[in-house]
């Protein structure tokens, strides 16, 4: 119950854009709010990105506001997370992660079920 698979990562110059792609398995993705987060080697996994059940509220991180835009197709059961102008402090393991509300939160707390994570690395 609650798999996510998370997919479209890869290596990429500074400047260049990336979509990452989370399906998830089950019956109620409607329920739930869904988030990206990352973790740099050596760092703390931060959140990234969210968005609440119904797809219209979004929050995040100050470090990406402007350039990269969270979104979800509940039809799909997918959500995504598309990147611009990236930056070499972008690179890290993605993972995507579901919460436990339906509204949108950037506690860490909230999510209880994570995906295996896919590899972004941006170069200068």
């Known amino acids: 119950q609650g798999q996510l698979v998370e997919s479209g990562g890869g290596l990429v110059q500074a400047g260049d854009s990336l979509r990452l792609s989370c399906v998830a398995s089950g019956r109620t993705f409607n329920w739930y709010a869904m988030g990206w987060f990352r973790q740099a080697p050596g760092l703390e996994r931060e959140c990234v990105a969210t968005?609440?059940?119904?797809?219209?509220?979004?929050d995040y991180a100050d470090s990406v506001k402007g350039r990269f835009t969270i979104s979800r197709d509940n039809a799909k059961s997918t959500v995504y997370l598309q990147m611009n102008s990236l930056k070499p402090a972008d690179t890290g393991v993605y993972y995507c992660?579901?919460?436990?509300?339906?509204?949108?939160?950037?506690?860490?707390?909230?999510?209880?079920?994570w995906g295996q994570g896919t590899q972004v690395t941006v170069s200068s």
């Open positions: 992660a579901r919460s436990r509300r339906p509204y949108s939160t950037l506690r860490t707390a909230d999510f209880d079920s």
């Open positions: 968005i609440n059940n119904g797809g219209r509220t979004t």
